[in-house]
T-cell receptor, first 113, second 112 residues
């Protein structure tokens, strides 16, 4: 079974803090993705990575950065957290050209106060 | 970004009923996927479809890749209480590479 794990299920941070969300997949997948999910807005892509050290902006990259130093790990960084970044953050991975289906982690519920 | 048109937005189920939902687009897709999300959890992949006309089952769930490649359907037979949750469709197109386009979701609730 594909397993995608996220470092925290719940996180509470203060405005202005630097926040790191970690994601690890164990299936040697090429691609990894970060989404945020908000009521009424659906799943929105923040960033994705198709290879180690490679990244592409998604639909809402502002205020976020990412890092992929190893194939299995993809980190989302909030440089200076703001209250409008309170959300559910979901990480996903997919095989790549051998398959486009994405497998999601359990999510991190981030609250910025 | 582009979204898929998923309907219905929500529905109530009574145990034992069959449930149908669908996803449509004005564009052609090469892969259709169906996910279920429980409250506070990440979406779980239910069924993946790769060919136009393909019909695939996973237990009581059956999904079809529309022949026009612009739509997909998910049916749940003999629903049970644990079927409640949000069901998402997602599609992949060559133009978008490895990215998926998602529907807004169908919320399944239990009829009291």
């Amino acid at each position: 079974d594909v397993k995608v794990t996220q470092s925290s299920r719940y996180l509470v941070k203060r405005t202005g803090e630097k926040v790191f969300l970690e994601c690890v997949q164990d299936m040697d997948h090429e691609n990894m993705f970060w989404y945020r999910q908000d009521p009424g807005l659906g799943l929105r892509l923040i960033y994705f990575s198709y290879d180690v050290k490679m990244k592409e902006k998604g639909d809402i990259p502002e205020g976020y950065s990412v890092s992929r130093e190893k194939k299995e790990r993809f980190s989302l960084i909030l440089e200076s957290a703001s209250t409008n970044q309170t959300s559910m953050y979901l990480c996903a991975s997919s095989p790549g050209t051998s398959g486009y289906e994405q497998y999601f982690g359990p999510g991190t519920r981030l609250t910025v106060t | 970004g582009q979204q898929l048109n998923q309907s219905p937005q929500s529905m109530f189920i009574q145990e034992g009923e069959d449930v149908s939902m669908n996803c449509t687009s004005s564009s052609i897709f090469n892969t259709w996927l169906w996910y279920k999300q429980d409250p506070g959890e990440g979406p779980v992949l239910l069924i993946a479809l790769y060919k136009a006309g393909e019909l695939t089952s996973n237990g009581r769930l059956t999904a079809q890749f529309g022949i026009t490649r612009k739509d997909s359907f998910l049916n749940i037979s003999a629903s049970i209480p644990s079927d409640v949750g949000i069901y998402f469709c997602a599609g992949q197109r060559w133009e978008y590479g490895n990215k998926l386009v998602f529907g807004a979701g169908t919320i399944l609730r239990v009829k009291s």
